[in-house]
């Protein structure tokens, strides 16, 4: 007696798509076949469905102190949100402090998360501070842990959290040693702080300035660097967000060399351009990095059609409407950040409904390549023994994005008004049943810890 059959729906991963059934039995995908015919405690039809994996979005900012305060969602909005949008397992990033061990970092966002997942997380962990090199010493029982990617940002110095080159080296080094993977934001803080402190003085502080200030080549000396010291010291690589055409070409070129170098955008730099931070409500469309210019938007489309991007991912981290207008009238005072949780599945589908990639595509860069690059290894792919994280997806169902048909905290979003073709109609986590049909019906504190693997390149 399984517990789960779902009949006759167009089964999808990242290589084949062929109609059939799929069997679930203790949170697990039990058997893929045609015309299986246990008995089963619920039967459902998705005939004319498309029944696919669960989206995994490597990226989340949730309850982030950022900003000069605390992004909107919660761990229970942000995975409730996540769950209504067919992601089954987010990443989210603590960040360890000066004088502040890994572990300890994790497990407070860990005690803070448990109780309130409504779908599984797991965390990338960002590191700001080697403490005296003392720090490096714990990799090894961070991977232990589950722990097998962290994140260094080459930008906001003023903040406290960026690293210098020679601290990013160490971490690319001892993460390679444990079997792990460094993520970067790359920006280059020094060029933005000059470009803030000439067009404050100039009087320029709409949110058009803040793209001004962190413009294309920005970027793209960041990403370089990057890809220059972990080619120089053959440690993997993954960049975060990229944005832009410059950075892109050369993260693309060092991979096609043979370097293990990963690169994820984000579905708001295929969507817009830089052109949002001229209008109206620019500033809430304030993240970094910006979104780039239209080159660096159809560059970035180019590499997601040709398989050189690896994962889209979401920077989730809304803030609410009177935070953004803390910067009104000064751009510099604007919470970086944008919702993306809910939508990352439903555009990238869309996108495929619309002939753009193919479902297969989608299906590889939202779930399967993110699990692999990140030791999730009962997740991405609808295969007998792997976890039972599934969407239901109808690729008729017509879908308008509003704050007003999200599940997040947040009271307003970049993606209003969207149009998409296709949406999801259910989202099952370890095989139980969190979203059905515009409701969340999960339950806060169903989501666990996934436990990654060290990579074994
Ligand atoms: N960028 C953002 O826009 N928000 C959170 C963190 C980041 O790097
Ligand atoms: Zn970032
Ligand atoms: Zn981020």
Known sequence: MMDLLIKNGTIVTANESYIGDLAVDGGKIAAIGKNLSY?????IDASGMLVLPGAIDAHT????????TVSADSYLAGTRAAACGGVTTVFDYPMQRKGKGILETVEARKEMCDPEACVDYAFHCIVTDLNDGALLDEFQAAADY?????????VYKKEGMMVDDATLIKVLLKAKEVGAITNIHAENPDVIDMNI???????????WYHYMSRPEFVEAEADKRAVHWAKSVEAPLYIVHMADKEGLEAAVLAKRQGHDIYIETCPQYLEFTCDVYNREDGRNFVCSPPMKGVESQKALWEAVKNGTIDT???????????EKDWGKDDFTKIPNGCAGVENLYPYMLSAANEGIISFNRAVELCSTNPAKIFGCTQKGSLTVGKDADIVIYDPK??????????HSDYDHTIWEGKMLSGYPVQTYVRGTLVYDNGAFV????????????????
């Open 39 to 43: 008995s089963s405690a619920k039967t």
């Open 61 to 68: 900012h949730l309850a982030m102190p950022f900003g000069g």
């Open 146 to 154: 589950g722990i097998t990617s962290f994140k260094c940002f080459l």
């Open 197 to 207: 402190e000439k067009f404050k003085k100039e009087g320029k502080t709409s949110p």
């Open 312 to 322: 889209i991912a979401t920077d989730h981290c809304p803030f609410m409407s009177y």
């Open 397 to 406: 169902k017509a879908f308008t994005i509003s704050v007003s048909n999200m």
């Open 442 to 457: 999960g339950k806060a504190g169903y989501g666990q810890f996934v436990k990654r693997s060290p990579r074994t390149v």
